[in-house]
């Protein structure tokens, strides 16, 4: 009777141990899975990141497909040989400044030509250039190769004489913030619907990535605006799905004096201009000649 309830105790124990043991294998391969399939996905977003970042689409038309007889098209040699296309126009009113125009990122200088038709039928200038890779450029972006053509630019245009605005629309905002911080002779720069980071947006949108580790174009305008000496006029809408109007409130925050933010109730990522941003350009820009 004992040798055979001692040999049932031993068989029942072997069982536990023999589930145990297949768990252990299943978590093993799990484990195993989990780390491919992750590493497979940090791979592809480390390789493809710039396709996320930078999203150019469609031809560049001209000036006077889009109604601005005034502006021309020029082809301007970058130092490293690049050629890249600008819009350009002098400005009509004597002593009026010229906008450096650095645009988003998707589509191209055609889809903004309402906002330079703005610009330029308040006599002021306009030099609007494409980033490298997009309609009308050649070349591939990065952060380091659109700073230095921004750089560029804005010597290009400093060069003539008249005064300058620097404004950067959502991903030109980085470049607008990197000139600002370079070129303390700029008389505004104006950041509409900035970031803080284009890897704190990614670390955002991604916060199961190291992104940190594997972004190639942080593009850290937190970083930079503070060496910004011009004055700075931020806007922002407060319905903007793409870039939180959270993102411009910190921007202001690391802004030196003289600084504005305005803040658009109901605005979103796109329709600031619909929404008075010319207008507000323009007051700020007077009220600093005063």
Do not use: C
Not at 19 to 29: H, N, T
Not at 196 to 205: I, K, N, P
Not at 243 to 248: A, D
């Amino acid at each position: 009777m004992a040798e055979t309830e001692t040999g049932g105790n031993a068989s029942v124990q072997e069982k536990p141990a023999g589930a145990g043991s297949k768990l252990l294998r299943f978590l093993g391969k799990l484990i195993v899975v989990v780390v491919i399939a992750y590493t497979m996905a940090a791979g592809y977003m480390y390789l493809n990141q710039r396709s996320f970042v930078f999203v150019p689409s469609g031809e560049l038309e001209t000036p006077a497909d889009k109604g601005l007889d005034t502006v021309s098209t020029e082809i301007i040699e970058m130092a490293d040989g690049t050629k890249i296309t600008a819009w350009t126009a002098e400005p009509a009113k004597p002593g009026a400044p010229t906008v450096i125009y650095f645009h988003g990122n998707s589509s191209n200088l055609s889809n903004r030509s309402p906002r330079f038709k703005q610009i330029v039928d308040s006599g002021y200038g306009l030099y609007a250039p494409t980033h490298r890779g997009y309609a009308g450029s050649e070349g591939s972006p990065s952060e380091a190769a659109l700073v230095s053509d921004a750089l560029e630019h804005y010597d290009r245009v400093a060069a003539g004489g008249t005064p300058v605005i620097v404004h950067g629309e959502s991903l030109g905002t980085g470049l607008a913030a990197a000139v600002g911080a370079e070129r303390p002779d700029a008389g505004l720069v104006v950041l509409e619907a900035p970031y803080t980071a284009l890897v704190d947006m990614a670390s955002e949108s991604y916060p199961w990535l190291p992104v940190n580790l594997l972004m190639k174009d942080p593009m850290k305008t937190r970083e930079r605006i503070g060496n910004v000496a011009a004055p700075v006029l931020i806007l922002h809408g407060t319905e903007d799905a793409v870039i939180p109007v959270e993102h411009g409130k910190r921007l202001f925050d690391y802004a030196n004096d003289p600084k504005e933010l305005l803040v658009i109730e109901g605005a979103g990522h796109s329709d600031l201009w619909k929404r008075g941003l010319w207008e507000t350009v323009q007051d700020k820009w007077q009220a600093l000649q005063s």
